[in-house]
């Protein structure tokens, strides 16, 4: 499954076209489906409709956007620190020269 962008500002339709791709999707039951939300609200709301539609709610990794961003970029650069990021602004900032770092590298190998 790749990254797919839906934009509504009715939070009903979106919920249907995501538990529609759930339905749809063929998928490995051992797979992790990453989810990114913006909130703590967001994410229950979605693991009781997920329950609801499905019956059950597993194998689904419910992250925030700061998290799910480090956690890729800790993936793609192999960092095996840990880092924690609530209101710390060492580790914003370090995640933000991490961020540039990557828009440069990706932004030399165009050029080059």
Do not use: C, H, R, W
């Not at 009781?48 to 539609?53: G, N, S, V």
């Amino acid at each position: 499954m790749g990254v797919e962008f839906v934009f509504s500002n009715d939070i009903n339709t979106l919920k249907e076209l995501f538990l529609d791709t759930l339905k749809t999707e063929p998928k490995d039951p051992f797979e992790e489906t990453i989810i990114i939300v913006p909130n703590i609200n967001v994410k229950k709301y979605l693991q009781l409709e997920i329950a609801k539609k499905f019956e059950i709610s597993a194998n689904f990794n419910i992250l925030y956007l700061e998290k799910s961003l480090f956690s890729l970029l800790k993936k793609l650069y192999s960092i095996n620190n840990k880092y924690i990021f609530l209101n710390d602004s060492d580790n914003i900032v370090y995640l933000q020269l991490m961020i540039i770092k990557i828009f440069l590298e990706i932004i030399n190998n165009e050029i080059t």
